[in-house]
């Protein structure tokens, strides 16, 4: 487990005791709406899966699943779509959570995007994304007959995102329908599905990504250590800092990569995630800088650059 | 700086410890198109400062391609997500935003205002504690004004605020802001809204948003952020009887047997006394498991797992309750709001989802349906989309609910047209009904699998064989009444029955007998392609001709049960006398006696009854059913 400080100031410490955060309390009632929608999952779909991208948000929903099923496992495996470009750090990360919880893991990579050599360099990263991620999450669905697939998307993330219901309904060949969604009222979701259609569930759906850190910081969730500030080397392109994670990252003609202390808001393929110079080491520092942020956390992701629409559009496609 | 640096944190900026507190106020925006909803809630997101340097750099660049205002900052495109809405300016559906100050957190869901949308304005009205309707002060309040004003009053929402948009536009006249302000009180009033806060804006220019309007200074009420922060709209469902609808039954190992849910009201301890409804069954709760440990006691809104004192069957769809029982009938009454642009059909079958159990349903009558401008209830046959009215229904099996209006978790369903799966329709139970009895029913242009579904059950034929007297009929006639009591759909098709009606141009030659059994095996093959089970209890004795009716269905939908009475056992028992007739002479070719019986060769069940009682031949065969998942 990693350890994360999570006393470092007395009023922080202070915010996690006792009975503060109890039943009535703001993080509560969205675990509890979290939870419930969990269980909907679990018992609504023939083979559900949930989906894990190693981040903060997957770490907040492993944790909820891992409540909602106590003291049994949840009843559906982890599929991890992975590109061959996350961090290192994510990799061994994902593989020791799953072996603690013993929890069934699947990792699936697009081996037709391999062999073609896809990279996120040469190809640019919107067909980059749609190869290696959109594609290869649509085979992993297909080849195990999934008809439901739990993410960990939030409404505040995005504006096409916040307009998603919490059960996303996906036609035969995996497409969103933003035009005609279902309505969805109360805590009723309709999970009927026709064969071959299938079922995107957003259990995150009303959570902030202040939530997500607050929680993690409550509940002592364990995450990559790349939120955490430290010493990394880096070089800026386009704009933004880029982690020089491994020896496949083409330099260009003047980059030479800095030792710098920086930390990442969201974690994706290395090349496509954008670094923050930061000093927080720690949870409680994290949600401080989070507080006084004036950006958004997808301000580092470089793939929701390519169009103003785009990311409607990849969802469309299939991309969670 | 061209990439993002983070900021420098002073001690002021550390955050609070009361703010975490903070409570969450879940409010909609709604009211006609273009009166400004997207614009208002963009507006308040500006200046509760929830928008960031990145966003704003984007709004303003978006503000200049695709804005409606001139290239000034267009605060609707923060909401209009969608292509299609920017394209066209306009919301098509509802959008989730947060924003927080210093005193609250609000989820602001912001619904389209065009009538074809009506049922995502009721997606984001359905969980808000208030509503925000916004009117043009040039047009006052329109058609829609009164359709969103209506579904909010049975949606139960009794908080709303009115703001009169667009005061610039007529001159900040206080005159017709106390016109339009009359005439909103004076429906809302009839439609039961009891908190009504008229306050006039002006929402590209924040007046009256946040700061209070230089340029009306007549009006003394509340800003909109004010009223939000300060409005008290807590209806403690805590305090009303305990009800939680089981959503998942957890069996991880053969010591741990827990019922999963999210309590829908009321408080409940460890060591108290509750029923499962609708069996009626009573235990004592043994442990209460939450996310945040074990506990001696949870209450409403909880996600719990609880452990019950007694081994008593509970399954999802079924409710534990403690304190007043609740209603439990498969009739009952409810306002719905009609969603599929398929019209309502009644007498067609729906499912129904209500908390977490689902059923068929029947629209049995439409009472009236609301007439919008008027609010007068009209006489009418179905309801189209975005149409209001108010329904008898009748249900495939007993529903366990309370009214909407004394739980909305517990009183709230959806239907949903089982043939597109689309949503069809909103409802919320206002009354229990006794069972009706005349439910007309309406043909489908549907398959058999669709049916059964809806039945529960896989279509099949149980054909009963066997010698005169051998008890084919009193099984076959317990089975059906089993099948009833299961709530499964079946028929019966009695060999002497048959010859009553169907078959009463047969006579007792062997061409005869051959047709009775033909004919019988096409009236087995139409119930099976209604979805049905039918049961079919004849002599049958030739081997080819039951084969033949085997050939009628497809593979798995033959189940032919041999009931293997030994002859001396039904000559002794002869209940019709047929044994003693035949053996004087009276009846030729009688099976058993000068006419053979070919014993079936691989049944799928045999029963002796000389071994095996009626009862337990019965539950045999019901077994067999349950395994093979017919049931």
Not at chain 2, 99 to 119: E, S
Request: hydrophobic fraction near 40%.
């Amino acid at each position: 487990m990693l350890d994360i400080p999570t006393t470092a100031e007395p009023a922080l410490a202070e915010r996690t005791s006792g009975e503060q955060l109890h039943a009535a309390s703001h993080l509560r009632r969205l675990e509890a709406e979290s939870i419930h929608i969990l269980r909907e999952t679990a018992a609504e779909f023939r083979k559900p899966v949930m989906l894990y991208s190693i981040g903060k948000d997957s770490s907040v929903l492993l944790h909820l699943a891992m409540k909602a099923f106590h003291p049994g496992k949840p009843p559906f495996p982890l599929l991890h779509v992975d590109t061959t470009w996350k961090f290192r750090e994510m990799i061994s990360f994902r593989d020791r959570r799953a072996r603690e919880l013993g929890i069934d893991l699947i990792v699936h990579t697009n081996n037709d995007g391999l062999r073609q050599g896809i990279d996120p360099f040469t190809h640019g990263s919107a067909r980059y994304t749609d190869v290696m991620k959109t594609q290869a999450l649509r085979q992993a669905l297909d080849l195990h007959g999934f008809d439901a697939a739990i993410g960990g998307a939030r409404r505040d993330e995005e504006k096409s995102r916040a307009k998603e219901r919490v059960f996303s309904h996906r036609s035969a060949a995996h497409r969103w329908d933003p035009k005609n969604q279902r309505p969805e009222l109360w805590s009723l979701y309709n999970t009927m599905l026709a064969p071959g259609e299938s079922m995107r569930v957003f259990p995150l759906s009303n959570w902030t990504e202040l939530d997500v850190w607050d929680y993690i910081l409550l509940e002592d969730i364990p995450i990559v250590p790349l939120y955490l500030a430290a010493p990394r080397p880096v070089v800026e392109r386009d704009g933004a800092l880029i982690m020089v994670d491994d020896e496949r990252m083409p330099l260009l003609a003047g980059e030479e990569p800095h030792m710098r202390s920086v930390r990442f808001r969201t974690l994706g393929c290395y090349p496509l995630s954008g670094a923050t110079v930061s000093t927080a080491a720690t949870l409680p520092e994290i949600v401080r800088e989070m507080m006084a942020s004036r950006t958004s956390e997808r301000q580092g992701r470089m793939i929701d650059r390519d169009s103003p629409a785009s990311m409607e559009r990849k969802k469309a496609e299939g991309y969670f | 700086m061209s990439y993002h640096e983070a900021p420098t944190i002073a001690a002021s900026d550390a955050p609070r410890l009361d703010q975490d507190d903070r409570p969450t106020l879940r409010f909609v925006t709604c009211g006609s198109v273009d009166d400004g909803k997207s614009t208002l809630v963009g507006r308040l997101l500006y200046d509760s400062k929830t928008l960031l340097d990145d966003q704003l750099d984007a709004l303003a660049s978006e503000s200049k391609t695709a804005g409606t205002t001139g290239g000034d900052l267009d605060f609707a495109l923060l909401v209009d997500g969608l292509q299609a809405e920017r394209e066209q300016g306009i919301t098509i559906d509802v959008a989730y935003r947060f924003f927080a100050t210093k005193l609250r957190r609000f989820i602001v869901a912001d619904t389209p205002g065009h009538a074809q949308y009506t049922r995502n304005m009721a997606t984001g009205a359905s969980n808000a504690e208030l509503a925000v309707v916004l009117v043009d002060a040039r047009k006052g309040v329109i058609t829609q004004t009164r359709r969103h004003s209506h579904i909010l009053s049975l949606l139960g929402i009794r908080h709303v605020v009115l703001a009169v948009n667009k005061m610039d536009l007529i001159g900040f006249d206080g005159d017709r802001f106390a016109a339009i302000t009359a005439e909103y009180l004076t429906m809302a009033g009839q439609l039961g809204i009891s908190q009504v806060q008229c306050i006039p804006v002006v929402a590209p220019d924040g007046d009256n948003i946040v700061a209070p309007s230089a340029r009306m200074p007549w009006y003394t009420g509340p800003t909109v952020t004010a009223h939000l922060e300060s409005v008290d709209v807590s209806g403690d469902v805590s305090q009303r009887p305990f009800r939680l609808p089981v959503q998942w039954v957890n069996r991880p190992n053969a010591a741990f047997r827990g019922f999963c849910g999210r309590i829908a009201s009321g408080t409940i301890a460890t060591g108290e006394t509750i029923a499962v409804q609708p069996s009626g069954r009573q235990t004592r709760i043994a442990r209460i498991l939450t996310p945040a440990g074990e506990r001696d006691r949870a209450a409403a809104g909880e996600s719990v797992t609880l452990t019950l004192a007694d081994e008593i069957d509970v399954s999802r769809g079924d409710v534990l309750t403690a304190g007043a029982a609740p209603q439990v009938s498969d009739q009952l009454a409810a306002h719905l709001v009609w969603f599929d642009d398929e019209a309502m059909v009644a007498g067609r079958r729906y499912m129904l989802k209500c908390g977490t159990a689902s059923t068929g349903a029947v629209i049995t009558t439409l009472k009236h349906r609301i007439a919008i401008d008027t609010m007068a209830q009209k006489s009418a046959a179905t309801l189209d989309a975005n149409q209001i009215g108010y329904a008898h229904l009748s249900l495939d099996r007993a529903l366990v609910f309370e009214t909407y209006r004394d739980n909305r978790d517990m009183g709230s369903f959806i239907l949903i047209d089982p043939i597109s799966h689309r949503t069809a329709a909103a409802g919320m139970i206002d009354v229990s009904l006794r069972r009706a009895t005349n439910i007309h029913w309406q043909r489908l242009a549907v398959d058999k699998f669709v049916r059964a579904r809806l039945k529960q059950q896989r279509p099949c034929v149980l054909w009963f064989t066997g010698l005169s007297g051998a008890g084919k009929s009193t099984i076959a006639d317990l089975v059906d009444r089993r099948l009833a009591e299961l709530g499964r759909h079946a028929a019966l098709l009695d060999g002497d029955n048959l010859r009553h009606g169907i078959n009463r141009d047969l006579g007792f030659s062997n061409a005869d007998r051959a047709e009775n059994i033909r004919r019988a095996a096409e009236v087995a093959a139409l119930f099976v392609n209604a979805g049905m089970i039918a049961l079919v209890a004849l002599i049958s004795p030739y081997r080819s001709e039951r084969e033949q009716a085997r050939q009628r269905v497809e593979t798995g939908e033959f189940i032919e049960i041999h009931v293997a009475t030994p002859l001396a056992e039904c000559e002794r028992r002869d209940p019709k006398g047929l044994y003693r007739k035949a053996r004087a002479g009276e009846l030729p070719a009688f099976t058993g006696i000068d006419d053979p019986y070919e014993r079936p060769q691989a049944p799928e069940i045999t029963i002796d009854t000389s071994e095996l009682s009626t009862d337990a031949a019965c539950e045999r065969i019901i077994n067999y059913l349950r395994d093979n998942h017919y049931l």
